[in-house]
């Protein structure tokens, strides 16, 4: 049974539809990349799938259940996760009371908690006390990963992770984010133009157009920057 299902999805703002009969499937502990030219509907797709968005048609089915109609707080509950474009970090709170946001929902206070989280991101360790808002792009991205991560999701969903990132940091994303599938079985679902990162992270990879899914790139094919170039206009 697909963890994720959505069936025949439309989206749009107001009278604009963006979203045009999306179906996907992702398997549990699977890692999709969804791939298109900006304005093509991802952004949109990823705001359905957490709730912020709601479809004007089709379904959306988590965990075996309908999730459709029901809001962000309710799939954060049943193991979704979402990191925005933007990372959207508490700027003014400290990178120790973000990862304790993170953790609400699990009810678990135990600092061991936070210690097994800094564990994955070593690299945040000595900055807990530390305004979010003062740490640079890279290092405000693991911090909105790890608050992610602290609600111990079973599906991931990323916006543009490596957009603003240094290469060294980026690299230790895609390690990272490879790591916490092997060992925990998270799905993810990546949108990115980053080719290298979305290949590196992905097993597969999904390509929108004008809001429909336009294909999928062949897993042979991943590695190969010139021909996913090809399939979708974007150069590495």
């Known amino acids: 049974m697909a963890l994720l299902d959505v069936r025949a999805l439309d989206a749009g703002y107001g009278a604009i539809p963006v979203l045009r009969g999306i179906t996907l499937a ?8 969804i791939l298109g030219h900006n304005g093509m509907g991802k952004t ?8 912020a968005l709601r479809p004007t048609a089709g379904t959306v089915q ?30 003014g709170l400290s990178v120790l009371d973000n990862l ?18 800094l564990a994955d991101f ?3 360790k000595p900055l807990l006390d530390r ?12 911090l909105a990963l790890a608050r992610a991560l602290a609600g111990k999701p079973s599906l991931l969903l990323l916006d543009e992770p490596t957009e603003g990132i240094q290469p060294s940091i980026i690299e230790e994303i895609a390690d990272t984010l490879q790591a916490l ?23 597969r990879v999904l390509v929108i ?4 899914i336009g294909g999928e790139i062949p897993r042979e094919h991943l590695g190969d920057f010139a021909v996913m170039s090809e399939y979708t206009g974007v150069h590495a």
Do not use: W
């Open 26 to 33: 992702i398997a549990p502990g699977e890692s999709v990349g």
């Open 44 to 51: 949109t797709l990823l705001r359905c799938l957490i709730g």
């Open 62 to 91: 988590f965990s075996g259940q309908d999730v459709t109609t029901l809001p962000p707080h309710g799939r954060a509950r049943l193991g979704m996760a979402y990191v925005p474009q933007g990372r959207e970090i508490f700027a």
């Open 100 to 117: 304790r946001m993170g953790l609400l929902k699990t009810g678990i206070t135990d600092p061991a908690a936070i210690d097994a989280l």
């Open 122 to 124: 070593p690299r945040i």
């Open 131 to 142: 305004a979010g808002g003062s740490l640079s792009g890279g290092e405000q991205q693991l």
């Open 181 to 203: 599938r092997q060992r925990l079985g998270l799905a993810i679902v990546l949108v990115e133009q980053n080719l290298d990162f979305i290949a590196s992270v992905s097993e």
């Open 209 to 212: 157009k004008r809001g429909q």
